[in-house]
């Protein structure tokens, strides 16, 4: 079987997965003693208005807001690298039979950090917690841009594949503990959207530097030497985005008292 036929099985299993929990779905039945007794738009008028409540609970509040902003400028970063991790891997001379054995030994060694994770959230603070997410990204990002070949570099990138673990973990506990349990659910809805939102816009911009880079460089899109060269810009976006949230921070605590209060948060 070719390969452009085999690359495409690991979709035709999420379709297949997303049917089977649609068909689970579509075959639960509420209990008659818990069934809602209103009519049906009067419960999605409900389920409306209190997704706008949680939106302008999260806008109007500053800790769920900068939250959900640093989420998705880290995860985004992080995520976009590892969309393109096997493209990386194979550029800096790592054999495709090879990759399975990294998302593995990735996935184990988040499995066994996270025992660092719980101990952080217990004795440092937010803000030293997500400079530890953001010390882990930008390293890895700038090994991205150097390239180191072989497995040295792989090994160099452990921080980055980790990240995307801790960054999630924090995230998630800082937001249910700032987060009121009547809409927490919401809140929770609220930052996977932007998460996905920003993800898809950072894979975008990718996609078009790319491009840009192949027109510049003269070369075809997928040729080695653009995707190298596109590397070697992502410290830079990074730390272009860590500006754009210093800034966002700043307009959101306001006054010299919240700011007093808040010295220790995000």
Same mark, same amino acid.
């Given at each position: 079987?070719?390969?452009?036929?085999?690359?495409?099985?690991?979709?035709?299993?999420?379709?297949?997965?997303?049917?089977?929990?649609?068909?689970?779905?579509?075959?639960?039945?509420?209990?008659?003693?818990?069934?809602?007794?209103?009519?049906?738009?009067?419960?999605?008028?409900?389920?409306?208005?209190?997704?706008?409540?949680?939106?302008?609970?999260?806008?109007? +509040? !500053?800790?769920?807001?900068?939250?959900? /902003? %640093?989420? #998705?400028?880290?995860?985004?970063?992080?995520?976009?690298?590892?969309? *393109?991790?096997?493209?990386?891997?194979?550029?800096?001379?790592?054999?495709?039979?090879?990759?399975?054995?990294?998302?593995?030994?990735?996935?184990?060694?988040?499995?066994?950090?996270?025992?660092?994770?719980?101990?952080?959230?217990?004795?440092?603070?937010?803000?030293?917690?997500?400079?530890?997410?953001?010390?882990?990204?930008?390293?890895?990002?700038?090994?991205?841009?150097?390239?180191?070949?072989?497995?040295?570099?792989?090994?160099?990138?452990?921080?980055?594949?980790?990240?995307?673990?801790?960054?999630?973990?924090?995230?998630?506990?800082?937001?249910?503990?700032? +987060? !009121?349990?009547?809409?927490?659910?919401? /809140? %929770?809805? #609220?930052?996977?959207?932007?998460?996905?939102?920003?993800?898809?816009? *950072?894979?975008?911009?990718?996609?078009?530097?790319?491009?840009?880079?192949?027109?510049?460089?003269?070369?075809?899109?997928?040729?080695?030497?653009?995707?190298?060269?596109?590397?070697?810009?992502?410290?830079?976006?990074?730390?272009?985005?860590?500006?754009?949230?210093?800034?966002?921070?700043?307009?959101?605590?306001?006054?010299?008292?919240?700011?007093?209060?808040?010295?220790?948060?995000?």
């Amino acid at each position: 079987m070719a390969k452009a036929d085999t690359i495409k099985f690991p979709v035709y299993l999420c379709v297949l997965t997303a049917l089977a929990c649609l068909a689970v779905t579509l075959a639960m039945k509420e209990p008659a003693s818990v069934r809602p007794k209103e009519p049906f738009w009067v419960t999605v008028r409900q389920s409306w208005q209190g997704i706008r409540h949680a939106g302008a609970w999260i806008w109007s +509040t !500053p800790a769920p807001f900068l939250l959900v /902003v %640093l989420g #998705f400028l880290l995860d985004s970063t992080i995520r976009l690298f590892l969309t *393109v991790s096997s493209n990386y891997y194979r550029h800096i001379g790592i054999a495709e039979a090879s990759f399975g054995v990294i998302s593995v030994a990735g996935s184990v060694a988040a499995f066994f950090t996270t025992g660092w994770m719980e101990w952080l959230v217990r004795h440092r603070s937010s803000a030293f917690n997500f400079g530890v997410v953001i010390a882990m990204t930008l390293w890895g990002l700038v090994v991205v841009a150097i390239q180191v070949p072989g497995w040295w570099g792989v090994l160099a990138l452990a921080p980055l594949i980790l990240a995307i673990r801790f960054l999630q973990f924090f995230q998630s506990h800082y937001l249910n503990e700032v +987060t !009121p349990s009547s809409h927490r659910a919401t /809140v %929770l809805s #609220f930052k996977g959207m932007t998460i996905n939102l920003a993800y898809g816009g *950072v894979t975008l911009l990718f996609g078009w530097q790319m491009a840009w880079l192949a027109g510049r460089l003269q070369l075809p899109n997928e040729a080695p030497q653009v995707f190298g060269t596109a590397l070697t810009w992502w410290p830079w976006y990074f730390g272009a985005t860590l500006l754009a949230y210093a800034f966002i921070r700043k307009w959101r605590i306001g006054s010299s008292e919240v700011q007093a209060k808040s010295d220790s948060q995000f």
